[in-house]
C-alpha cells in the first residue's frame, strides 16, 4: 500500500489467480486494505479486461508480462474494429510473474499513459522492490527500491559473503514478508538460510 501509494479512491481489476502470491497479497490485500476497490474476475480474459476497465473506471491493475501483450494486443484489434481509441482511467500498471522487458514497459507508457512500475517479488518473499510512483523508465531494466525486506547482495561462496555496491551477486532477503522456512525440512533450510554478519535474523 505504502509503496505504490493505493488510495481510498482506487479501483483496481484483478485478473491473476488467487493461489499466486501477486493475485492475493497485492490484487486482493492492497485494494482492500487500503479502503480501496477490486474488481475479480473469475479468469484471465483481455476482452473482458477492456470491457470493465473502460465502464467501471479501474485506475490500475497488476499482471504478467503475457497478460500485457495480450491486453495491448486486444487494445489494438478494438480499435481497428471499432475505428476509435479505447479509452481506460489508468495511473499505474505494475508487473508480476517474469522481468517487464523495456519494449513491452514503452509499449503500456504510449498505450495507457500511465506509470509502469516493473516491481520484483516471490512467492517466499512478497514484495521486495518497486520503482516509485513517479518513474519515468529512464532506468531501463531496473525494479526499483527496496519496500519490504531488508536485501544483501552476496557472492555465491558457502559463507555468502556481502558484496559492495555496484557488484553482481546473489540477492538475499530478510524481514516481515519473508517466509519463515520451509515446514518439515530442516536440510532445505540449512541449504538455503544463512546467518547475517550484521543485524539480528538469517538471510
Not at 39 to 58: L, S, T
Not at 92 to 111: D, R, V, W, Y
Request: hydrophobic residues 40%; contains cysteine; aromatic residues 8%.
Amino acid at each position: 500500500i505504502a509503496s505504490w501509494r493505493l488510495r481510498p479512491d482506487d479501483v483496481n481489476l484483478n485478473m491473476m489467480p488467487l493461489f499466486h502470491v501477486g493475485g492475493i497479497a497485492r490484487n486482493l490485500f492492497g485494494p482492500t486494505l487500503s479502503g480501496g476497490s477490486l474488481v475479480a474476475a473469475p479468469g484471465f480474459d483481455p476482452i473482458m479486461w477492456w470491457d470493465v476497465a473502460e465502464v467501471v473506471g479501474v485506475t490500475w491493475y497488476y499482471a504478467s508480462p503475457t497478460m500485457h501483450q495480450m491486453i495491448l494486443r486486444t487494445g489494438k484489434e478494438r480499435e481497428l474494429d471499432r475505428g476509435t481509441t479505447s479509452k481506460t482511467g489508468l495511473r499505474m500498471i505494475a508487473n508480476a510473474a517474469g522481468g517487464l522487458l523495456p519494449s513491452l514497459a514503452e509499449q503500456l507508457k504510449e498505450c495507457f499513459g500511465a506509470v509502469i512500475l516493473p516491481s520484483y517479488g516471490m512467492t517466499e518473499c512478497m514484495p521486495i522492490s518497486t520503482p516509485p510512483n513517479d518513474y519515468k523508465l529512464d532506468r531501463p531494466g531496473t525494479s526499483g527500491v527496496a519496500v519490504g525486506p531488508e536485501l544483501c547482495v552476496a557472492d555465491a561462496g558457502p559463507d555468502a559473503t556481502p558484496l559492495a555496491p555496484g557488484e553482481v551477486g546473489n540477492i538475499m532477503v530478510r524481514g516481515a514478508p519473508t517466509m519463515a522456512g520451509y515446514e518439515n525440512n530442516e536440510a532445505a533450510n540449512a541449504e538455503v538460510f544463512r546467518a547475517s554478519e550484521k543485524g539480528s535474523g538469517r538471510f
